[in-house]
């Protein structure tokens, strides 16, 4: 009938219900040709939806949930699952093969192969001396990892004077799930990748976590912290949230 919805497809394995706490389910579900993967967790109370990184749909159920649940999960949450997944696929979608990234901008990506030197930036492209033998990997996350603790001390000490903190020191991880973390110590953590993202993403990241050597949590006080120095925080975390995530996983 014109203007109806179809409701989920949905294929359930009977036996669901008695797996061992152990084993993961693994039940293809469609909507609108997306894949669903689903797993089956003792751990859960209800069920949790979630699009990963790569835009795969990932529907996690408590043990013994039912048909019915399961469909009126997905039909409540339809649109914003096919919203996730085509932001997702939209930001895959801007990353080349042949280029690399820097602060938000595309590089076309030259390996020399054989020769040796630093890595650089020369225009339009980032130049990669490799001698025999080393991983061309290795050497641009060297490069990257360097560019990425100058600018996100120079930032975090600039914001930390504005708000009147005095943080720790700074160091950088290689996470693919996370872009930073404040410790109670006033230690700060950064996901090197973030020197893939424009400056302005950069800067809501380390005064994110800033705020939360104010504030625990992300309650009403913390976003007032960020907003006072970010006004513009929304935007900025919204980019993040939809382009970046590709760079969390991104390998030249």
């Known amino acids: 009938m014109a203007g109806t ?8 394995l009977p036996s669901c219900g008695g797996l061992d706490p152990s084993v993961q389910l693994l039940i293809m579900v469609d909507i609108n040709d997306l894949n669903i993967e689903y797993r089956v967790s003792p751990r859960r109370k209800s069920i949790g939806i979630m699009v990963t990184t790569e835009g795969k749909v ?5 043990r013994g949930a039912s048909r019915e649940s399961l469909a009126q999960a997905l039909e409540r949450h339809r649109a914003w699952i096919e919203r996730r997944v085509s932001e997702r696929q939209a ?9 690399a990234y820097l602060l938000g901008e595309a590089f076309r990506l030259t390996v020399l192969k054989g020769a040796t030197g630093a890595v650089s930036l020369n225009g339009p492209e980032i130049r990669v001396p490799l001698p025999a033998g080393v991983d061309l990997w290795s050497r641009l ?12 001390q120079a930032r975090v000490a600039h914001f930390a004077a504005s708000m009147g903190l005095s943080p720790g020191p700074v160091e950088l991880k290689g996470w693919k799930r996370r872009w930073g973390e404040c410790h109670p110590d006033g230690k700060l953590r950064f996901n090197w990748r973030l020197i893939l993202c424009p400056p302005a993403v950069i800067d809501y990241v380390v005064v994110h976590e ?4 104010k504030v625990t949590g992300h309650n009403p006080r913390f976003w007032g912290q960020v907003a006072a ?3 513009d925080y929304a935007a900025r975390r919204r980019w993040l949230n939809r382009e970046g995530a590709p ?3 991104w390998r030249a």
Not at 5 to 12: G, L, Q, V, Y
């Open 210 to 213: 800033l705020a939360h050597l």
């Open 141 to 152: 996350v060297a490069w990257y990892a360097q560019r990425a603790l100058t600018r996100l």
């Open 229 to 231: 120095i970010l006004p």
């Open 5 to 12: 919805e179809a409701r989920p497809t949905i294929t359930w």
């Open 247 to 249: 760079f969390l996983l």
């Open 58 to 62: 990932v529907v996690t159920l408590p």
């Open 91 to 99: 930001a895959w979608g801007q990353l080349k093969a042949g280029e």
